[in-house]
């Protein structure tokens, strides 16, 4: 791997990034890693991306920007036959982790117990994007994702005031506070999501030590929704046409890398000039993917910005 850029992603919509059907009492659910966690899926956002500049190969499949789509995404069924033409991507997406989650907080002051807004994550999730940032081996030091973690020795403890995090009683465990200020040029990424994501910044982020209680934390903030199919003429609901989804709260962030490799093959675009062309598809639509449609199961709309 001879470059790596590092993202955030942020769900500006409810979030859906499936896994198909499944026998549990949700038919659609989101995609869960092997923690329990929601996550994003590297084909789900690779798929994105490369759906919006196909599109053009379909019309001039010998243009320049068909060419570059298909040397920095690799080749596409649909632009031309396999033959001997056949390549593989030199972007190499990694899955998106799950960095932060947004959660209610029932916070006790005094006499009276008060409600704000804020982040939650786990040293669990900061570990992974740590290792996220450790494999990219980029100039990434100021990020602050690796600084988090030492930073966690001097976080505020605020086990004792909290009592409630999305519904779940939290009175008691090992938890730690960090203010948007702590974050430095990560919360500075992060509020480049949007105003959503600023909004709850400014509420701070609860570090969990107890994985599985930040597990349960974001299930209960897990939206489960009920969904029909209409018949066309008499607008009723169709027979068996009934089903549930899962989505992911809006304002989720999440982390992840794209890797650039060197691909033998004169159709596939060298590292740097694959990384270029990735940056400009994402900077001329401010970074806004849309995911869902025929490039992947799910729905809903991600932000996304470079650290740079």
Known sequence: MERCVFFLAGALTPLHVGVGRSPGVVDLPVARDGFGLPFLPASAVKGSLKSLCIRGCVDDRQGVECRKCLGAFGWDLRVEDVGDESYASPLVFTDGVLLFYPVRVEAREGDSVVTRFAYATSVMQLAQVAGILEACAVAHGDVGVGELLVSLRDAREVTGEVEF???????????????????????????????????????????????????????????????????????TVAEGALWTEEYTSQGAVYAFAVFARRVGHRRALPPDEAVGYLRRLVGERDGIVVLGGKETIGRGLLKLVEAR
């Open 165 to 235: 995090v999305n519904n779940i009683p939290v009175g008691g465990v090992g938890m730690r506070y960090l203010s948007a200020e702590r974050l430095g040029e990560l919360g500075e990424l992060v509020g480049g999501l949007g105003r959503l994501h600023r909004l709850l910044l400014s509420g701070g982020v609860y570090v969990f030590e107890d994985h599985e209680l930040f597990r349960e934390v974001v299930e209960a903030g897990i939206l489960r929704q009920a969904r029909v199919r209409l018949e066309p003429a008499t607008k």
